[in-house]
């Protein structure tokens, strides 16, 4: 018996802000119904969740007949945005890993916290362990981490300080790649403490990392040093490479939406698909952002079995 586990960013999945609205979100709704119905699978993270009520309806509406239980909703960014788990598969326990803020590695032993406070886990790190047919338990962990997108230089008050100089552009990617870091290093502290409690444990992290495979974030996540049982494989490398994207940035094809599994789970690794057939470039980013019927991201779907 096979099981299937999935990642989608939905893309602002809100409920409608003005009547005028109504239209856009039931297409969107409906368009997020027929990309789950055709991944068909067990465990579903979702990025990008926005009211509790508008999941529900989703749940128990247009996927009413799936199996899916009561969603696993993480914590909300300033935008209102989370993380979320679905599961037909029983979930023997779950937690939302939620922190105001996250550290940064020293040089020296005393040093005082580099960027202390001004590093936030915006969004929680939601975090099922399911027990699968044919497999046992495994932990699933989705996290949807910083956008690549420049940070700029605050003044004490919060207003931006303004540099169109190379190097303020520089500073701002730099500020944006600390932000990934910290939380790459928070979540695979997370997956350490699974496999020091369980050895050779079944573990899939997935979800919307905003930096490709080979990124320092991801290779942070994934276990830097000699492979072991505690090294998360990516499973697109079972795609072929000209079909292995998940968005369009700046017009040009990535893929940053990731399944990572544990050796253990590679190794009973059928299938992984991406559904990017109607994907399309959204345009660049902008305040306010508009809803859309569709995501700016593709579901990514792993068969285990």
Known sequence: MSVRIATFNLKDFFLPRADQERPLVEAKVANVAANLRRAD?????????????????LVTR??????????????????????????????LWSQVHAKESLPFPTFVEGDPEPFAHRIPLRRGIVHVRVDA??????DVLTAHF????GVARKTREGAEIADDSPRG?????????????????????????????????????LGDLNDVVDSLPV??????????????????????VDRRYSCFHGNAASLIDHVLVSERLFRSLRSFSIFNEALRYHGPHVEPVPLTEDSDHALCVAELA
């Open 146 to 149: 910083k956008s690549n997108l």
């Open 41 to 57: 699978a067990d465990v579903v993270a979702l990025q990008e969740v926005g009211e509790e009520e508008h999941l529900v309806r």
């Open 133 to 138: 047919p044919g497999i046992g338990e495994i």
């Open 219 to 240: 290779r942070i996540v994934r276990g830097v040093g000699e492979p072991s049982a505690g090294t998360l494989r990516p499973c697109a490398e079972l795609v072929p």
């Open 169 to 205: 552009h520089g500073e701002a990617l730099v500020r944006s790649l600390v932000q990934r870091a910290a939380e790459a290093l928070h979540l695979r502290g997370l997956v350490d403490d699974v496999f020091r409690a369980l050895p050779d444990h079944a573990v899939c992290v």
């Open 62 to 91: 247009e996927l009413g007949d799936m199996g899916y239980g009561a969603p696993v909703l993480g914590t909300t960014d300033k935008r209102g945005i989370r993380c979320a788990i679905l599961s037909r598969l029983p979930i």
